[in-house]
Structure formats: structure tokens, C-alpha cells
């Protein structure tokens, strides 16, 4: 499959129903029936994070078939391992005969009370860390990693780090992967209303709920919950992290110009040229490796790839077809 494949219905087109409609309703209980017809048992994991930090995570398995590798698949800011694009892709590599974990970062889904400190996306090495856990629990199955998102940003991270923590990674996908935070944060505060109400009503949500699990934690009152999604994050930034200033903290995950040079783990990567969150333009100017390939699709939205109303996917099937090559491909 490439992104030329991609062709949705002309009502399908506009890159806003897209990006909505991808975490509808519709998707998530789409996502739920394809998971339930695979067959798959689920189970509930807790990933050593190093340094005390524990992270959950879904393993879904088939009972009776020996699984040809093990997906490890990464959600979106403010996502969940039970959003809609999770379960697709889960039920896409059962299909491919894999076994899949899907992951909760820190403070997303149900974990809020696993740790103390809070989310911040250059937590990059606990979720290393995670993949490292899961690698070392099935020692002989190829792993194989997808993110979505904020998600994508991570497992692209995860493959440039993994070879130097001895995680044996074998390839990664990308869909829609927050390369330039900066530009990613200009694009949701100038953008429609809707994404940066979509975004602050979900974290202020979070934070909420941290501060009910962690009272000596929590410094933020309703005050600084009321901010906007720029200025919380500099809230963040200054009061959680060691970052000292915005700019420096989205420098620490960018993954723009030239940081993905190093990048030994073959990548997939799909893009839509109307993402209304991720702006196209800043891919013009990504320096990738030899093993690194980027696929642009016309249409698509941010995370949406809807292909009819029934709400199924394409980029779930992307994934899983690209992240299938590990079966007979180092």
C-alpha cells in the first residue's frame, strides 16, 4: 500500500470532518467491533519505566497461535491505548499474525495514579525504557513499533534512541508524526476554534485529576487551568521540567531539520498534505536517511484517513502492511 492508494469519497475530503470524525464515536465503536471479532484475548501489563516509573499497557494476543512478531503501538496526546486508531491498528496486526501491546503514556487513559510526576512529551526514555520491557518478555518475537500523532513523534524518537539502549527494534511507522512543536503549537492557537478547545478541555481534564491523586503535587489551581494552551504549557514548563523556557522544551522532542539523521531502525512515515494540525510545509525541509520514507497522501486530515461512513481506516492498514515487512526483513 503507499499513499496514492488513498482515494475517500468526495464527502470525505475536507480535512476538518477528517480530523473530528477520527475520534468520533463512530470510529471508537468501529475500533471496539474490529477488536472483538479478531478473536483476541487482552490482558493488562505494567512496563518497568525505569526509575520507578510504571506505565500500563494492553496485551492482546490470539489463544493457540504461535504470533510472528510483536507490535507496540504509541497513541496521541491526550489519546489512549483505547482510542479508535489503537484498536484498529491492534485488530490490522492480529490480522498480520503479530501480537500487540498497546501503551498509556504517563497520565493517559486510567494511569493517572501510577506516578507522581506529570506527563511532559521529553519523556522519552521511560517509553524506551517500556519497549525495552517488552522485548525482554518475548525474547524471540521481531518488535515492531507505530505511533500516531504526538505518538509519532515518539516512535520515531524510540527508533533513534533504541539501538544505543539495546532495545531490539526492527522497523517503526509513523502517521502524522508532530514534527516542529512549535509550528504544531501555532497551528492549534491560530487554527479553528475547535482543536484548541479540543485539546485544552481534554488536559485541563488531566490535570484536574492529577491534582485530585497528588494534593502536594498539585500547584495549579482553576487559574492556571483557564489558561490557554501556550500559556499553560509555559506554566508547564517553568513548574514541572527542567526546560526553563517554551522554546528550549519544544526543542527537546523536535524532531525537524536534520535530528532524525541518525535514525539506524527502518521508518515508515505517512503524511496528509491538508493536516489542519501538522503543517505540511515544515516536511519540505525534513533532511531523512536512506531507510527513512515519507508518504504523502492528498487528503486525510490529522489522523483521520476515513475511508466510508462505517468509520474504517486507512492508515491503520497502512501501518500494519509497512510494519509487516519485519517478518521477513531485518
Known amino acids: 500500500m503507499s499513499a496514492d492508494d488513498y482515494r475517500p469519497p468526495r464527502w470525505l475530503r475536507n480535512p476538518h470532518l477528517q480530523s473530528m470524525l477520527s475520534s468520533s464515536r463512530m470510529r471508537l465503536l468501529r475500533g471496539q467491533a474490529l477488536l472483538t471479532a479478531s478473536g483476541a484475548q487482552t490482558r493488562e501489563l505494567i512496563l518497568d519505566g525505569g526509575q520507578g516509573v510504571r506505565l500500563q499497557a494492553w496485551h492482546s494476543s490470539i489463544a493457540g ?65 517500556a519497549a525495552g520491557d517488552v522485548a525482554a518478555r518475548w525474547p524471540t518475537l521481531p518488535l515492531v513499533s507505530a505511533g500516531y500523532s504526538l505518538g509519532g513523534n515518539f516512535v520515531l524518537r524510540l527508533a533513534l534512541h533504541a539501538p544505543a539502549a539495546g532495545v531490539p527494534l526492527r522497523r517503526v511507522a509513523a502517521v502524522c508524526p508532530v514534527l516542529d512543536p512549535a509550528l504544531t503549537m ?27 491523586l497528588f494534593p502536594d503535587l498539585g500547584d495549579w489551581d482553576d487559574a492556571v487551568l483557564r489558561l490557554d494552551i501556550r500559556s499553560l504549557t509555559t506554566w508547564l514548563v517553568e513548574h514541572h521540567t527542567t526546560f526553563g523556557t517554551l522554546q528550549a522544551y519544544f526543542d527537546g522532542y523536535s524532531i525537524a531539520g536534520e535530528r532524525l539523521t541518525g535514525l539506524q531502525v527502518p521508518a515508515d512515515i505517512l503524511m496528509a498534505k491538508d493536516d489542519p494540525v501538522i503543517p505540511y510545509a515544515s516536511f519540505g525541509e525534513w533532511a531523512l536517511p536512506a531507510q527513512a520514507r515519507l508518504q504523502t497522501a492528498n487528503w ?27 517478518r521477513t526483513h531485518g
Open 65 to 129: 497461535r504461535q504470533p510472528q512478531g510483536m507490535a507496540l503501538l504509541l497513541h496521541g496526546w491526550e489519546g489512549s491505548a483505547e482510542s479508535s486508531y489503537m484498536r484498529m491498528t491492534a485488530a490490522r496486526m492480529l490480522e498480520q499474525g503479530f501480537d500487540v501491546v498497546r501503551l498509556n503514556f504517563r497520565d493517559h487513559g486510567n494511569t493517572h495514579h501510577l506516578n507522581p510526576g506529570i506527563f511532559h512529551s521529553n519523556l522519552i526514555e521511560e517509553v524506551v525504557h
Open 186 to 212: 501555532d497551528n492549534i492557537q491560530n487554527g479553528p476554534a475547535m482543536y484548541d478547545w479540543y485539546f485544552r478541555r481534554k488536559w485541563a481534564g488531566s490535570l484536574r485529576r492529577k491534582r485530585d
Open 300 to 326: 486525510g486530515g490529522h489522523c483521520g484517513f476515513l475511508e466510508n461512513w462505517r468509520g474504517d481506516g486507512f492508515s491503520e492498514r497502512w501501518v500494519a502492511q509497512h510494519l509487516a515487512q519485519a
